[in-house]
């Protein structure tokens, strides 16, 4: 049955995941009206992602919503260790110590830290933000069917799954939010490179009421066990009462549709305990990255355009970088600033972060599993002492680079970008997993306390900010973004640590919070502009060298 109703907006986002959602709540706060349309009804499944990444909480932060993420429920008491052992009442081998939420002392490198926030909660704080603008519309059972692009805008057919009748939407731009089977991203018909398929994967989740009183192990939010064939599973905390997911390592589909959950859990914990089983979903690991993230006036963000293996939970948290990347541009071009080429850099920036991502967490994965067999770690003998220090000693020295990994989480650098000025300094060595605090341009502009409870990062997110650590007149880049109708605020930083750490007496930061430029006098201002604004696309070499050359302010 067709009903064409031809409805216009600027903005269409295909899927109510994270990614659309957040996507939706930024350019919410932008004032960009927006529909997004979600296939299913208005309910989470089992929570896929668990662990939302510091960057996130900074994300969370900007957006105001930090308090309730962080508050979801999960007790604050709780330590945030990785455990590994051989089963709940067997030897513990090793430990990765985390504080709990109370504990938390402020890092050196950001105002907030990575935690638990299953999707289950998380989902539905974003979602209750992106409503509370009205310019933004979020239906479910709504489902894109297909899309024609041409050179004013896209023309998508939807159909509402209830009344099975299809509506016609016309809108500026589109996004394809939705998830590893994108529509979006076949009917552009962009390939995916990499690994589609590494292996079977089983999620069980188990609401176990007894959990603590059945053995002796310090409290931890994930336990992984370890046997002579090495790390076979591991058990993570859902809600922080008695929901449990249990996940199996180097299983084949026959050997996970024919498990014995009840053996397997058995072996896990050691013995007998009460358990029911709440979800057993049957998935497939994999790590992918789409040949380009854009088409014209399309878009792909999140799982559409790079899925991860969930090992150190760096899926939706990539995913959400995406977003905040897209989120201003879209809003730049709508609101007549952004250039042509503004739009152009979301691939160049977006499709190399990813996919730097997604290599870090196919390790992560290989790390589970990497050199911990040993005949003789169940053994109560000598030798098995030996056995279970070094296997232990070696899983967490591995899993920390998967579990406390700020260089991933921090340390992406959209360099070369087009948007982004160069100043010719070399690009910092890139370390996943170490993380070291720089203005180097395209990095994210580093975090420093300013003020009681006030981070340097609170000052982000609505416009571009001058940062001015010295007394330098400023007006005339104030005046060069004002006639190009950019949304640009200086702020001047009298903070000598600021000053020290920021190594410039100005930086400009976008609106998502990375350096686009840096120097310590003005350069041409209108050059300066129109490159960051993404107008300065074709800028010839020549050009670029003048925005290195400082010129008196
Ligand atoms: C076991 C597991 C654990 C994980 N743990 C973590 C973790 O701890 N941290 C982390 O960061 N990531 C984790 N991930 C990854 C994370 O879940 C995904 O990266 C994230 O859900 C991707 O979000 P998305 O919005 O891009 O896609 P999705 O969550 O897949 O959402 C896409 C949405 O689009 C909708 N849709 C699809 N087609 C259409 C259509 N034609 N029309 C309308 N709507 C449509 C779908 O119904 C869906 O709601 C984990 C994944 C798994 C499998």
Same mark, same amino acid.
């Given at each position: 049955?067709?009903?064409?109703?031809?409805?216009?907006?600027?903005? @269409?986002?295909?899927?109510?995941?994270?990614?659309?959602?957040?996507?939706?709540?930024?350019?919410?706060?932008?004032?960009?009206?927006?529909?997004?349309?979600?296939?299913?009804?208005?309910?989470?499944?089992?929570?896929?992602?668990?662990?939302?990444?510091?960057?996130?909480?900074? /994300?969370?932060?900007?957006?105001?919503?930090?308090?309730?993420?962080?508050?979801?429920?999960?007790?604050?008491?709780?330590?945030?260790?990785?455990?590994?052992?051989?089963?709940?009442?067997?030897?513990?081998?090793?430990?990765?110590?985390?504080?709990?939420?109370?504990?938390?002392?402020?890092?050196?490198?950001?105002?907030?830290?990575?935690?638990?926030?299953?999707?289950?909660?998380?989902?539905?704080?974003?979602?209750?933000?992106?409503?509370?603008?009205?310019?933004?519309?979020?239906?479910?059972?709504?489902?894109?069917?297909?899309?024609?692009?041409?050179?004013?805008?896209?023309?998508?057919?939807?159909?509402?799954?209830? #009344?099975?009748?299809?509506?016609?939407?016309?809108?500026?731009?589109?996004?394809?939010?939705?998830?590893?089977? #994108?529509?979006?991203?076949?009917? @552009?018909?962009?390939?995916?490179?990499?690994?589609?398929?590494?292996?079977?994967?089983? *999620?069980?989740?188990?609401?176990?009421?007894?959990?603590?009183?059945?053995?002796?192990?310090?409290?931890?939010?994930?336990?992984?066990?370890?046997?002579?064939?090495?790390?076979?599973?591991?058990?993570?905390?859902?809600?922080?009462?008695?929901?449990?997911?249990?996940?199996?390592?180097?299983?084949?589909?026959?050997?996970?549709?024919?498990?014995?959950?009840?053996?397997?859990?058995?072996?896990?914990?050691?013995? $007998?305990?009460?358990?029911?089983?709440?979800?057993?979903?049957?998935?497939?690991?994999?790590?992918?990255?789409?040949?380009?993230?854009?088409?014209?006036?399309?878009?792909?963000?999140?799982?559409?355009?790079?899925?991860?293996?969930? *090992?150190?939970?760096?899926?939706?948290?990539?995913?959400?970088?995406?977003?905040?990347?897209?989120?201003?541009?879209?809003?730049?071009?709508?609101?007549?600033?952004?250039?042509?080429?503004?739009?152009?850099?979301?691939?160049?920036?977006?499709?190399?972060?990813?996919?730097?991502?997604?290599?870090?967490?196919?390790? *992560?994965?290989?790390?589970?599993?990497?050199?911990?067999?040993?005949? $003789?770690?169940?053994?109560?003998?000598?030798?098995?002492?030996?056995?279970?220090?070094?296997?232990?000693?070696?899983?967490?020295?591995?899993?920390?680079?998967?579990?406390?990994?700020?260089?991933?989480?921090?340390?992406?650098?959209?360099?070369?970008?087009?948007?982004?000025?160069?100043?010719?300094?070399?690009?910092?060595?890139?370390?996943?997993?170490?993380?070291?605090?720089?203005? /180097?341009?395209?990095?994210?502009?580093?975090?420093?306390?300013?003020?009681?409870?006030?981070?340097?990062? $609170?000052?982000?997110?609505?416009?571009?900010? @001058? @940062?001015?650590?010295?007394?330098?007149?400023?007006?005339?880049?104030?005046?060069?973004?004002?006639?190009?109708?950019?949304?640009?605020?200086?702020?001047?930083?009298?903070?000598?640590?600021?000053?020290?750490?920021?190594?410039?007496?100005?930086?400009?930061?976008?609106?998502?919070?990375?350096?686009?430029?840096?120097?310590?006098?003005?350069?041409?201002?209108?050059?300066?502009?129109?490159?960051?604004?993404?107008?300065?696309?074709?800028?010839?070499?020549?050009?670029?060298?003048?925005?290195?050359?400082?010129?008196?302010?």
């Amino acid at each position: 049955m067709t009903d064409r109703k031809v409805a216009e907006v600027p903005v @269409l986002i295909v899927g109510g995941g994270p990614i659309g959602l957040a996507l939706a709540a930024d350019l919410g706060r932008r004032g960009i009206r927006t529909l997004l349309a979600e296939k299913n009804e208005n309910r989470i499944g089992p929570a896929k992602m668990l662990e939302v990444s510091v960057r996130t909480l900074e /994300f969370c932060r900007g957006l105001g919503i930090v308090e309730e993420v962080r508050h979801w429920g999960f007790p604050m008491d709780y330590p945030l260790d990785n455990a590994f052992v051989t089963d709940m009442r067997g030897y513990e081998i090793g430990r990765l110590r985390a504080p709990s939420l109370a504990q938390e002392r402020a890092s050196a490198f950001s105002p907030e830290r990575g935690m638990m926030c299953p999707q289950t909660w998380f989902d539905p704080i974003l979602q209750k933000l992106a409503r509370t603008h009205p310019h933004i519309t979020i239906r479910h059972q709504l489902k894109l069917e297909t899309f024609d692009q041409d050179a004013d805008g896209v023309t998508a057919v939807l159909r509402d799954q209830r #009344s099975n009748q299809t509506e016609v939407v016309r809108c500026k731009y589109l996004v394809g939010a939705d998830g590893f089977a #994108s529509t979006v991203r076949d009917l @552009l018909g962009i390939e995916i490179r990499g690994e589609p398929h590494i292996d079977w994967a089983m *999620n069980v989740y188990l609401r176990i009421p007894d959990f603590f009183g059945h053995h002796d192990k310090e409290r931890a939010i994930r336990y992984v066990f370890v046997g002579p064939d090495g790390t076979w599973s591991f058990i993570s905390f859902v809600d922080g009462k008695d929901l449990w997911r249990m996940q199996f390592v180097g299983l084949d589909e026959d050997k996970l549709r024919a498990m014995d959950v009840d053996t397997l859990v058995r072996r896990a914990m050691g013995g $007998d305990v009460a358990y029911t089983i709440e979800d057993k979903t049957l998935w497939v690991r994999k790590r992918t990255v789409a040949d380009r993230f854009m088409d014209g006036r399309v878009f792909l963000a999140g799982d559409s355009c790079h899925a991860h293996p969930p *090992n150190g939970g760096l899926g939706m948290n990539t995913g959400l970088q995406d977003a905040f990347d897209l989120g201003w541009k879209l809003a730049a071009v709508l609101q007549g600033w952004g250039g042509e080429g503004l739009l152009e850099s979301y691939d160049v920036e977006r499709r190399p972060a990813s996919a730097r991502a997604a290599e870090v967490s196919s390790a *992560n994965y290989r790390r589970l599993g990497v050199n911990a067999r040993s005949a $003789d770690i169940l053994a109560a003998t000598p030798a098995g002492e030996v056995a279970r220090r070094e296997v232990g000693a070696r899983l967490v020295e591995e899993n920390r680079k998967s579990w406390q990994p700020t260089g991933v989480h921090l340390g992406y650098v959209y360099h070369p970008s087009p948007i982004v000025v160069p100043d010719g300094t070399p690009k910092p060595v890139d370390d996943t997993f170490g993380y070291e605090p720089t203005t /180097f341009p395209g990095a994210r502009a580093p975090h420093v306390w300013i003020g009681e409870g006030r981070s340097i990062l $609170d000052l982000f997110g609505a416009g571009f900010v @001058l @940062l001015a650590f010295a007394d330098i007149a400023t007006e005339p880049l104030t005046r060069a973004a004002g006639a190009a109708g950019v949304p640009l605020r200086v702020e001047r930083i009298t903070s000598e640590e600021a000053a020290r750490l920021y190594a410039r007496r100005l930086v400009l930061v976008r609106p998502d919070g990375h350096v686009a430029w840096r120097g310590d006098a003005l350069p041409d201002c209108r050059a300066l502009i129109d490159a960051v604004r993404g107008a300065g696309l074709k800028a010839s070499a020549r050009r670029v060298d003048a925005l290195r050359q400082p010129t008196a302010g």
